[in-house]
């Protein structure tokens, strides 16, 4: 503790006074992300850096005062990876906001990890170009976050995730040195996949101050299906055979019956599921002209196949429009109920129906209201716990639904996080998912890259 | 070298004395790989285990007597990494040969690491899945070599390489342990992506022993369009305006002038290039229907623009074989010329057109032939140098060209090796791409997992 005012004298000379924040008032802003339950601690400052040289400056001055060092973008993370702990450097890289570059010949970007995700979607779409990676929060959530967290969103089922976009990194590393990983070509295999590697790492392994990013082409304006079933298993059902069919439509989410009721309740609409639906199925095709409204008349046909009371396509922009905004009103519906804590598991996509019927078990046994909507194009379910959070006794029924979904998430062969992340909330689940190799691997890694225990450290795992 | 006897004593006792090769005249056969200019030394052993708990086995004794481990799969390889170095043991893996699993359900199969990728292809293919990798030794290669080369082929510029196929592995680990990475859903973040750390680590982490891989539905039957073009470089303005545009052909290769002429000697036919033609581009659509057509349609289009002398594209299945064919007639046509020896480089997609003219001027330089195929979709160019390998000032040659085609590729933004990996041959040109601090990760990588050098070392890099 005694170095501490060097640090900071040190961050200050190095960034200026007004880029190194202390005031605990201030820095309280920068302490914890999204995920209201994930523990977080007093940072010691809060550092804004630049530029790249500023960035391994705060490295250098942490590492040199034994200083931990938290990364974070805009905080919108759900895991609380980019929670402060106490007495560390929080360095925010929300300055570093430039698109360097966009090539169109090439389709790919250039961006610094402060660039808002929705600020990318919109420079390229300039170009005729289309960034993927949507989380929900990407009219705030910025590039580095999703770099770090390895992020998902709707557009997964045909899309893919975070690292399926990133050709190529830039990362300061616990020395301070300059990692440039990947490369501007799409195809590589000159040595091992470091890209990747840090794509997901959450800042434990260094800071990601560049990203070479891959774009595609824009698609077609989408046309919308939305199915209504009377319970969960018929739309489960259907879900298994687009997979089987070979169908993959551009979004496939599914809401059950709480969030339908909670929904209709908010926005004062029906969505048409009629009283008591026990799940809604929303599939969007961004193919385009006749394909798309053949993939949409398959998608019909299986869920009427399987059981739907109603199904319904439109290719009016603002009726599609108004049934997502339906599908993305869920948490803020929820919150006129209570606090909420949203879970991410995910699973086989044979096995979204098992999920879902667990989480009204788990929901009936802790008495809590449990909503599950989710990603149902990938099995990646967001069952999301509503409670209150000024009551100690639903706090503790919270983290015990909480745990038992993600118990339940591995017995039906899934994983414990589709696209959260583990931050400092899954960490003993993380090993329970890995078992005593994997992590071993994870800790021998660390230690190589980070030898100090510089970045963001017990968040993830524990060295 | 005293404890050689011993090491072989325990391989017998472990995996029986018919899975244990010491005899000189039959080992030769697992010196090397494809690559004919990659050095290669004499193993004291082949092995060939059928289990798992067998591959432990042979880690196990190799890690106690020091000796090093090559792995190997079918000895298809292009970089030598899977070459014998002197008085190592080379570990074979095509007796793990079992397709585990196909699940139709959640699109994905299990697979040993023996399995030969045309198998798969044809097992998957029965239950109306596609196994998108295909690289040019598809009917011979095994899944295990394509996982550590990150293989790709024809297929990676709308399906991308062997990476963006793989949800799981199996590895043993250097002390004998078998580490599980990945899971069987779609997405996943928890933890590092060790899964993609070992695709493409070229036997140098570990053996893989077991494959989780994602599958994608069958295709439509492929429309094939060629367009023959008086120059390269109006060969490379179509590449770049088809990127530009944001057509996803299935397939788009591209032939030299020098490959076009040797292949029509070969198969004694006519491309429809006409006399002296100065590229060609082959160019698929697997959309299927009305989609098809369309795609077909803009392409030739943009290769009439870009100056085409001709331009034809067919739906029969026949002739578009044909053309394939004709594609991939090159290295065999080549052969009739003397030997032959592929590089291996992957460029900005608009830069091929730089890239060709580059190696026709290096071919005049060192009066060898370098005719120029590859994969022009996503820049992954195979100039291939003929020479006469009995000729030491030829091989001398050859070498000579073989560096300047790097050092080209590099100079262009690109990579030293799109898909074919390091391995024996392309060790400093890793170091002169990644640089100093990325080679430093790499050795901390590989000394963190593999601390005794136990595995293919001095393959890809030296610790």
Redesign the interface.
């Known amino acids: 503790m005694s170095e501490t005012p060097a640090v900071i004298d040190r961050l200050v000379a190095a960034l200026g006074p007004a880029a190194v924040l202390t005031d605990p008032d201030v820095t309280s802003a920068y302490q914890r992300d999204m995920m209201p339950l994930a523990p977080h601690g007093s940072p010691l400052a809060v550092v804004l850096p630049a530029s790249v040289e500023q960035v391994q400056e705060v490295v250098r001055a942490c590492a040199d005062a034994g200083v931990p060092i938290v990364p974070r973008g805009a905080g919108s993370g759900l895991s609380g990876a980019a929670n402060a702990i106490d007495d560390c450097v929080v360095l925010v890289t929300t300055k570093l906001n430039e698109i360097v570059e966009i ?5 790919l970007a250039v961006v610094q990890p402060g660039v808002v995700n929705l600020d990318l979607r919109n420079a390229v779409e300039k170009n ?2 289309f960034y993927p990676p949507d989380p929900a929060s990407y009219d705030w959530c910025t590039i580095g976050g999703n770099l770090a ?2 992020a ?1 969103g709707l557009c ?2 045909k899309y893919g ?1 975070t ?2 976009s990133v050709l190529g990194l830039e990362v300061v ?1 616990a020395d301070g ?5 990947g ?12 890209t ?2 840090f ?3 959450e800042g434990t392994l260094g800071v990601i101050t560049s990203a070479t990013l891959a774009l ?3 698609p077609q304006a989408p046309g919308t299906m939305v199915a209504a079933f009377p319970a969960a298993s018929a739309a489960g059902v259907a879900v ?1 055979r687009v ?6 439509p551009s979004l496939m989410e599914i809401m059950d019956a709480t969030s339908i009721a909670v929904v209709e309740t908010y926005l004062k609409t029906e969505l048409g599921a009629g009283k008591g639906a026990g799940a809604l199925l929303l599939c969007q095709s961004d ?1 385009g002209g ?2 798309a409204r053949r993939e949409l008349a398959a998608l019909e046909q299986i869920c009427t196949d399987a059981g739907a009371d109603l199904v319904h396509t439109t290719f009016d922009a603002a009726e599609g429009g108004m049934l997502l905004k339906a599908r993305r009103a869920v948490l803020m519906a929820l919150e006129e109920h209570g606090d909420w804590m949203t879970d991410d598991v ?5 096995k979204i129906v098992d999920l879902i019927g667990g989480c009204e078990r788990i929901a009936a046994e802790v008495g809590l209201t449990v909503a599950v909507v989710g ?1 149902a194009g ?3 379910m967001h069952p999301t716990i509503v409670y209150d959070a000024s009551s100690a006794e639903q706090v503790a029924l919270a983290h015990k639904a909480f745990a038992a979904i993600l118990a339940l998430g591995l017995s039906l ?10 931050g400092k909330i ?1 960490q003993e ?2 090993a329970r ?3 005593e ?2 992590m ?3 800790r ?2 660390k ?3 980070d030898p100090g225990n510089l970045f963001n450290p017990g968040s ?2 524990s060295v």
């Open positions: 090539d169109q010949d090439n389709r005729g170009l967290t390895n998902g997964c089922v995730v690292s399926d590393l040195s300059l990692l440039r990983t490369r501007r070509t799409v195809k590589g295999v000159a040595g091992y996949d470091l990747k590697l794509v997901g790492s595609k082409p824009i298994t997979v089987r069919e070979g169908l993959v193919s006749e394909v995910c699973v086989p996509r044979t990603h990938d099995g990646n062969g899934g994983t414990i996080t589709g696209e959260h992340g583990v899954k689940w993380l998912e890995l078992g190799v994997g071993r691997v994870h021998e890694i230690k190589a890259l993830m795992f």
